[in-house]
Structures are given as structure tokens and as C-alpha cells.
């Protein structure tokens, strides 16, 4: 048999996440209706062995902290095991193996595979060659839909709806691919996006596009503390100094993109500020005990939104009812 | 008839396939895209910037001793989706073909986003471009998504 009739005979039926567009709303919504029911879970309260037996393959060709060890802590707290690819310097990655090899490789050792890839569309193209499914934990500038889902938790959670609201996106809008999956997911309930990013890191324009194409309301501006007094949500990222050609040119323009507590003062009572973690100067820790400071569970909650992504795509139901659960 | 005297300004050929309609200045791309430049083996007849009352002005091709496949064919819808491809036998038309880019371009070039899984050549599964529009042709990239620049495009074949 060839190499496509053996990848076809393996079929391609179990879907894994690679864009936000392999899930309808119907699904994030379950998904997140899931994930608020394991919370109990997450926190150790409840041992919930829904995993058992399960292993997850941890493929981080890129540094990850969080992402990484909040998919080991959801296996982990659901009864399943994790078998991490290790450092890629000692790997058989630097040896020149493809990236086909080392997922025909891994699909056989694991029910599941958490990938992150400095290459764009390494995702999409691992799930073409596996069987099991794959979650992009990111690919290059491109996607990170498990990031997309803790978001979009964290935002349900403090406002109770994912409709209509408005959100601000503010920093590295072109290489920052939180905030591209982010962007799709939040129009799709009909939010409207306000762009905060200096010139040269402002959203790819196929991206803004595919926005507007779902008719969305998309303001691109490079003022965001004008912009933050309306916001439901402000959605931080990191600027890096290496996307500038100086240093100088990185601090003038950096320095627009940074919250105090000062700034907050006539924002609405119910905002909530989010930033996808690690911050440098960003957020100025004076923000840290405001009422708006969502960041740290914003990081916790990808420890349950990564519990109920795992248990869809192995097509492990969550129980409606768990003991010490939520109502 | 115009059409008729720019046929004549090569000879007629006895076998092989003449394509034409290419917009004008595309025709070197098309033996590009057709890897005939890179085969010597049988003579080609080129045609530049002759009138056509349908384009204004257009470019010929007129390839000896060998028919194209229809798969052949199809990548010409990169640079000239409205040709129109005869085939030659006995110096009579034996078939007229049509391009036609489909859904999806396979394995015919490379996406041009430098970041791009597929840049690495030993990785062995397809190159898939998806036609998201056909007027104007625009194309992304089937794992990176990237829209592709057609001008860098014509660089990446395969």
C-alpha cells in the first residue's frame, strides 16, 4: 500500500484542533459549559480519573511554560499520563528528521498530541499526517486555539456572555498569535474588536479581512488608552523588543502600549484586563489588585479549558453532575 | 483576419499542442510553469505581444512533437486561466482543452511564506494551495494559510 492509502487507511475522522474554525460556537460553548463543571477538578478538589489509561505526546519544538505544563496538569488531574518530545537540541529533531517522522512516531506512542512549532501550518499539516488528534498549542505567527478557548472562559466567566461585547486588542497584533485566533473566535459572537498596535505591529491584513468578511465591527487605532474607557474587555499582549529595529524606537513606541492603575480610573466597573502571560512592563503591577485584573485566573483557567478540550477530542463525555462541582 | 495572420507568422506545425490566448508578456511563465524551457528535446515556437481582438494583444505557444496532459494543462491557470489549448495532429485540430485550476493546486508549487512548514522540501506530504477566488485568482496556503503572491509564486514551482 502507499504512503496516502496507509495515511487514508488510518483515517482522518477524529478531528483535532488547529484553527478555531474546526469548532462551531454550539461547540465552544459546550466546551466551556464543560470546562466550568470540571473546575472543582482543576483545583484538586475532586479526583475525576476520566482520562485513565489515556496519554497525552507533549511536542514542544518551542519553549513553552504555561501552555506546556497546563496540558500535563489536565491530563494529570483527569487520571491520564503525558509523554513529553524533551528538549529539541538533544532530540532526533536536530538530527534532520521531518516533521512527518517524529508525528508518525508519536501517533504511535500516544492517544493525543499537544504540539507547538516555530513553523506556521506545522499544526494542520501533523494533523494530515496522524492519526490521533492534534492541539495546536501554536505554530509560528500563525494559530493558538487552546489559548483562544482559556480566553474565551476566562471572558464567560466574568461577564457571563461571549455577545456583543467589546474588546479591546492591544500590542503585537502581527506576530502575536493569541490574538489572531482570539480575533476570529470574538466576532463570530458578534463582538466588536478594537486593533491597538503601533504601525508596524498592526494586524495581518488577510486576517482583517477574513473579519470583516464575517461582517465584523473592526476599529485599527493606534491609541489605546483613548479607547479603553467603553471596553467589556482589554486585551493585552507583550511588544518584543526585537521587532524593532533600535532600541530607542522600541521604548517611544512601546511606552503607548502600557497599563497603570492610574489609567483605569473611569474605565467600566465590570472591564476586565487580560494578557496572555509571560508580561514584561505591559501591565504595571499596580493594576494587580484592581477589580480588573483577570490575568492570573486567565492562566489558571487553561488548566480546565485544556481538561475539557482533551476530553472532546478523545470523545470522553463529562459527566453533567460532578461531586464538589458548580451548579 | 488578424487571429489568422499572427497564426501565420510561425509555420503550422504537423503534431504537438499550441496554446493560446496567453495574456500578453506571460508566454515565458507558461513554458515555465510547463517545464518546457528545461526540455530541449522539441522545438517550441513563441509568440509575443500580437494583436487579438478578444485581449488587445495576447501571446502563442506553439510546442512540436508533443501533446500536453490535461494536468499539464491545468497549471496554466496560474498565469493564463483563459487560454485556449489545441491539439495538434496531421496539422488538424484533434482536441481543444480548457484549463481548469479546480479547487485546490497540488504539488505544482510551493507556498512563498518563508515561516512555512513546507519550506522544508524532504517533508513528504503534498504542497496544497487552495483557490479561494478565481476572479481575481487568489490562493492560500492549505496548512499556513497564507494568501500567496502570484508574481513570487511563479518562482516557487516544483
Known sequence: MGMLGWLHRRGLEMKGLITMDDLTNEDILSILDDAARLLPVARGETYLPLLEGKILGNLFFEPSTRTRMSFETAMKRLGGDVVNLGDVKTSSVVKGETLFDTIQMVDGYTDIIAMRHPRQGAARYAQDAARVPILNGGDGAGHHPTQTMLDLFTILQSHGTLEGLSV?????????RTVHSLSHALVRFGCKLILASPELLRMPAEIIEDLREHGADVLETEDLLGNINDADVVYMTRIQKERFADEDEYTKVAGAYK?????????KAEMIIMHPLPRVDEIHPSVDSTRHARYFEQAFNGVVARMALLCRLLNIEVPAEIQGGEA | MADEHN????????????IDHIPSGQSLKVLELLNIARDTSV??????????????????VKVEDRELT????????LVAPDSSIAIIRAYTVAEKLEVNLGKEVRNVVQCTFSNCI????????????????????????HYCQRPQDLDELIHNLL
Open chain 2, 118 to 141: 513546507t519550506q522544508n522540501l524532504r517533508e513528504p506530504l503534498p504542497h496544497r494551495l487552495r483557490v479561494t477566488s478565481t476572479d481575481p485568482l487568489t490562493l492560500r496556503c
Open chain 2, 7 to 18: 497564426m501565420r507568422r510561425v509555420t503550422a506545425i504537423r503534431n504537438g499542442t499550441v
Open chain 1, 259 to 267: 497599563l497603570h492603575a492610574r489609567d483605569v480610573a473611569n474605565v
Open chain 2, 43 to 60: 522545438p517550441v515556437s513563441l509568440v509575443m505581444n500580437v494583436p487579438s481582438k478578444k485581449m488587445g494583444s495576447k501571446d502563442i
Open chain 2, 70 to 77: 490535461q494536468t499539464e494543462l491545468d497549471r496554466l491557470a
Open chain 1, 168 to 176: 479591546v486588542l492591544a500590542g503585537d497584533l502581527r506576530y502575536g
